[in-house]
């Protein structure tokens, strides 16, 4: 059974969704508060957090941060933001921060639990893939792809990446010196039509770019085509 940890302090929304998500064979633990969230993520480690932006105490956004720098696997979690906040500046904000998907309130139940199926269907995708790779560790110079524990390593040492970074780099890393459309990259990295903007992708490579230069700072293989998309540079 999936762990689903739900971080909201509206009292009656999360009592909804957590309904919700129950009958749909979840297992729901709820935390009200930002400081709450960061324990349970840690002592309890769940398959998915669904995340309000707005709470007491700590917001969404520096609880996001904290999970994606805790390290280990914990910190790949996907993580589902909910928000009132509908501009496009902070979706941005909260993707490149490390959010795989983005739920505006307010927003119907269903839409909601078809969100999550979602997120859990490429977690079951990527581990029956990997399950079957042939090839379990992809190598291009000093970085590793571990195809089956969906990690990543520069020079040996780790690179924490979410499950959509995951994606997306590993279908450029297959390739190299061919471009990727944007959509190519949605459609790697999100599977099961989720539709996400151009501009998520942008956040993505982002964000992969910072990653690495944070372990290695002359390492730059994502190359920008503009108005076409990414490449992975030839080794």
Do not use: C
Request: charged share 30%.
């Amino acid at each position: 059974m999936w762990t689903i940890l739900l971080v909201e302090d509206e009292r009656e929304l999360a009592r909804v969704v957590g309904r919700e998500l129950q009958a749909h064979g979840y297992r729901v633990v709820h935390a009200a508060d930002g400081a709450k969230a960061l324990r349970l993520h840690a002592t309890g480690h769940p398959d998915l957090v669904i995340l309000d932006w707005m709470l007491p105490g700590l917001d969404g956004l520096e609880v996001l941060r904290r999970i994606r720098a805790s390290g280990g696997e914990a910190a790949a979690v996907p993580v589902l933001m909910l928000t009132a906040r509908s501009e496009e500046v902070d979706r941005i904000v909260g993707l490149e921060v490390g959010a795989d998907d983005y739920l505006t309130k307010p927003f119907s139940m269903r839409e909601l639990v078809a969100r999550v199926k979602v997120l859990f269907r490429r977690l079951q995708l990527a581990a029956a893939n990997h399950d079957d790779a042939a090839e379990e560790i992809l190598t291009k110079g000093e970085l590793e792809l571990d195809l089956r524990r969906y990690t990543a390593s520069l020079g040996g040492r780790p690179v924490q990446l979410t499950v959509t970074e995951f994606m997306i780099l590993h279908a450029l890393i297959r390739h190299p010196g061919h471009v990727k459309t944007r959509q190519q990259l949605m459609d790697e990295g999100y599977p099961h039509d989720t539709f996400v903007s151009d501009r998520t992708i942008d956040s993505h490579i982002k964000r992969l770019r910072k990653k690495f230069k944070q372990v290695d700072e002359s390492f730059d293989v994502i190359e920008t085509l503009y108005g076409v998309g990414y490449r992975f540079k030839e080794m």
